[in-house]
């Protein structure tokens, strides 16, 4: 068998259009409904792992973005455990190997916990990471699923849905792709980033809190998302940007909606998330169809999803209304043109206070985990970069 080396992947961040939040099983990670998701492209924000295993290693090790972390995470050491038993299954590398400790390094170029699925991006990467490492095949949603459910859905690129499943076991809850990512070319996203620091509630803390005390979240899941889910799916296949961007707010709405039903209250959303969705539509309502949809995760930042044809206009509105004093407001995708608009002059709400939002990416659809060249772990199996 070849030996043993370094191998680095990088995997996608995904925004769903119908949320998933709420577990029916804890432990194995099982939604109580089925979600869908907008893959996206990997050039402008991703996670990036690299894994090495060595027979010298006196102990498993673990960085995540520059800083040495405790290994302990039961996710994690979950993860890792069940690609090692697949692999002694199917004899994918030598029996000695997996008694070797492992050396796992990871990256986010975006910001952790701050609602913008660094968790799915990173568990996605790490089980894709781990799963060519040890030579194993098999359903790697499944094996993602079980670090952090949205990460089922960064598996793949394009267009995700995520089934939740009836099985007690889990062994169909798993996520399949609708369509890949060349399928709908014009998609684009912005993501407004309002903030970047840690959320006050967890998702995990916040998904226990609904599922115990949300009579709305029962409704959401038995009534709404079935026929909510069916009709994105459609939507998707059918390029209906008007019936995708409805669907997508509507679903938006409905998910912060029940984390103000729980009690506690889940709070992520701010003023300035909330002026986001009034622009929105007022924006719409001037064109006189829907150009833009919004979705917010869990935390403040939204992601906005359009048509190429609309960006220049849309992000000449969001410079105008959200005025920065950063050079480098808007980032991602190559440079956008400016237009001098009527729009401007007469659109209804006026310009916000200065730096409410930080900064702008642009990004559109993008493919699923691949394998990179260039390592975060040197050839002894330490990073190349440590932060104190």
């Not at 369509?179 to 709908?184: E, F, G, L, Q, R």
């Not at 190559?334 to 206070?353: H, W, Y």
Request: with cysteine; net charge neutral.
């Amino acid at each position: 068998m070849d030996p043993i080396n370094r191998i680095t992947v990088i995997a996608p961040v995904n925004i769903a259009v119908i949320k998933y939040w709420g577990k029916r099983d804890e432990k194995l990670i099982l939604p109580i409904n089925d979600s869908v998701s907008v893959t996206l492209d990997t050039s402008i924000m991703c996670a990036k792992t690299t894994v090495c295993s060595r027979p010298d290693f006196s102990e498993n090790q673990l960085w995540l973005n520059g800083i040495k972390t405790s290994f302990s995470n039961p996710r994690l050491l979950n993860c890792l455990e069940k690609i090692k038993h697949i692999a002694a299954d199917q004899q994918s590398v030598d029996p000695a190997v997996l008694s070797w400790k492992i050396h796992i390094c990871s990256e986010n170029n975006f910001p952790t916990a701050a609602g913008l699925a660094s968790s799915a991006a990173g568990y996605a990467c790490l089980v894709t990471a781990l799963a060519k490492y040890y030579k194993i095949k098999t359903d790697l949603s499944i094996l993602a699923r079980i670090g952090s459910g949205s990460a089922c859905r960064s598996v793949f690129g394009g267009f995700v849905r995520w089934h939740a499943g009836v099985n007690s076991d889990g062994s169909d809850s798993r996520a399949t792709q609708i369509a890949d990512s060349s399928h709908w070319p014009e998609m684009r996203a912005l993501v407004l980033v309002v903030s970047d620091n840690k959320k006050h509630t967890s998702s995990t803390i916040g998904m226990m809190n609904s599922v115990k005390t949300s009579d709305l979240l029962k409704y959401r899941a038995q009534y709404s998302v079935p026929k909510r889910t069916d009709k994105m799916c459609e939507a998707i296949l059918k390029k209906d940007f008007a019936k995708f961007a409805e669907l997508t707010m509507k679903d938006s709405n409905q998910f912060h909606a029940v984390c103000l039903d729980t009690y506690p209250p889940c709070v992520y959303m701010t003023d300035v998330s909330h002026k986001v969705i009034e622009i929105v539509h007022a924006y719409n309502d001037m064109c006189g169809e829907i150009k833009v949809a919004y979705t917010f995760d869990a935390g403040p930042n939204a992601c906005l999803y359009l048509l190429q044809p609309d960006v220049a206009r849309v992000l000449t509105l969001i410079k105008h209304l959200f005025p920065s004093s950063s050079p480098d407001f808007v980032t991602g995708l190559g440079d956008i043109e400016e237009t001098e608009t009527e729009l401007l002059k007469s659109f209804p709400i006026q310009p916000q206070t200065k730096d409410v939002i930080k900064y702008v990416i642009h990004t559109k659809v993008g493919k699923g985990p691949e394998v990179e060249t260039s390592h975060l772990l040197n050839e002894d199996g330490y990073p190349l970069n440590v932060r104190q």
